[in-house]
């Protein structure tokens, strides 16, 4: 089992930053991807940014290209999501997930399936006002 602990989120105004953390804990030392999905108001989750934790690669959605920035910490287990020149549009929940992968996976489709991950925190609300 692993448990997966986000925290980070607030209130911004547009243009402002935040960093959202996700802390795991419990078999840790398996194989994972880990990705940030979210979810707006009335709107289906949808993915975001995704880490390979063994080779370091990343993935983002269009819609944060250029502004957003996944990266990892070995020691303490930990993912990051740095959030810059936020929008009204990034508003929701967000979510950390983790995906336990086997062999060598695609690095640009292990993160697409939400159906694939096995763990997920409990989530945590950005909200950006115009």
């Known amino acids: 089992q692993v448990q997966l602990v986000e925290s980070g989120g607030g209130l911004v105004q547009a243009g402002g930053s935040l960093r959202l953390s996700c802390a795991a804990s419990?078999?840790?030392?398996?194989?994972?991807?880990m990705s940030w999905f979210r979810q707006a108001p009335g709107k289906e989750r949808e993915f975001v940014a995704a880490?390979?934790?063994?080779?370091?690669?990343?993935a983002y959605a269009d819609s944060v290209k250029g502004r957003f920035t996944v990266s990892k910490e070995n020691t303490n287990r930990t993912i990051y999501l740095q959030m810059n020149n936020l929008k009204p549009e990034d508003t929701g929940i967000y979510y950390c997930?983790?995906?336990?992968?086997?062999?060598?996976?695609?690095?640009?489709?292990?993160?697409?399936?939400?159906?694939?991950?096995?763990?997920w925190g409990q989530g945590t609300q950005v909200t950006v006002s115009s």
């Open positions: 880490i390979d934790w063994r080779r370091g690669t990343t």
């Open positions: 419990g078999r840790t030392s398996q194989y994972y991807g």
């Open positions: 997930k983790a995906q336990l992968l086997i062999g060598n996976p695609s690095a640009t489709t292990w993160y697409l399936t939400e159906n694939n991950y096995n763990y």
